[in-house]
């Protein structure tokens, strides 16, 4: 079955910090993964993803997430954190399961930026 | 570009009736994809359209249903409402289906059942 874990419902960092919210990942076969942001009553704007080719994903607004097969991890991170960062961070996974694509989200980390 | 578009935005309904929402992709996208958002479940997958056929679906009882128009702009459908139905339904777009797609969300339509 495929799976996705954000081990931690809220993360808090000081402004100017590097952040990271962690996701790890169930799947059979190779990972399609996403990261999605949702500002409160918004919906998901996409960050980045990983299909395949360079571990080191660079996406939006300065963020960018390492895929590392071996720990099944797919860590969002951002060098320094700004307070216009503080949102809800979800990490999804996609991928075949007969015949059908499967999209699988995790629960989703609260970050809070701390001025 | 336009994004995508919902409506409505917001709607109230009472336990067994039924209800249509409607979703807009981005110009020239094909692909409509569908999800539910609530407090104990998360985001779960509904379907996705593409080219007016469903080509992926999720663990959804029958009582969810969708359909898309030539325009690609496509509806959704849930009958028989129960008080878990309430939730926040997000409609996504993407040029093309396949997981190497980009979904661009819209705002959602928050559905409150009574």
């Known amino acids: 079955a495929q799976s996705v874990a954000q081990p931690e419902d809220q993360v808090n960092v000081a402004e100017g910090n590097p952040l990271t919210v962690k996701c790890t990942y169930s799947?059979?076969?190779?990972?399609?993964l996403f990261w999605y942001v949702q500002y409160p009553n918004r919906g998901l704007q996409f960050l980045l993803k990983?299909?395949?080719?360079?571990?080191l994903v660079k996406g939006s607004y300065g963020f960018e997430a390492e895929f590392n097969k071996s720990q099944t991890s797919f860590h969002l991170k951002k060098p320094s954190a700004l307070v216009s960062d503080s949102a809800l961070y979800f990490c999804?996974?996609?991928?075949?399961?007969?015949?059908?694509?499967?999209?699988?989200f995790g629960t989703g980390t609260k970050l809070q930026v701390i001025p | 570009k336009a994004g995508v578009t919902q409506t409505p935005r917001y709607l109230i309904k009472t336990r067994g009736q039924q209800v249509t929402l409607s979703c807009s992709p981005i110009?020239?996208?094909?692909?409509v994809s569908w999800y539910q958002q609530t407090p104990g479940q998360g985001l779960q997958f509904l379907f996705e359209y593409f080219s007016e056929t469903q080509r992926n679906k999720g663990n959804f009882p029958g009582r969810f249903s969708g359909r898309q128009f030539s325009n690609s702009r496509s509806e959704m459908n849930v009958s028989t409402l129960e008080l878990g139905d309430s939730a926040l339904y997000l409609c996504?777009?993407?040029?093309?289906?396949?997981?190497?797609?980009?979904?661009?969300f819209g705002p959602g339509t928050r559905l409150l059942v009574l």
């Open positions: 990983y299909i395949t080719g360079d571990n």
């Open positions: 799947v059979s076969g190779n990972p399609y």
């Open positions: 110009s020239g996208h094909r692909s």
């Open positions: 999804a996974v996609r991928s075949y399961s007969g015949g059908y694509q499967k999209v699988t």
């Open positions: 996504a777009s993407s040029a093309n289906t396949g997981f190497q797609e980009t979904q661009y």
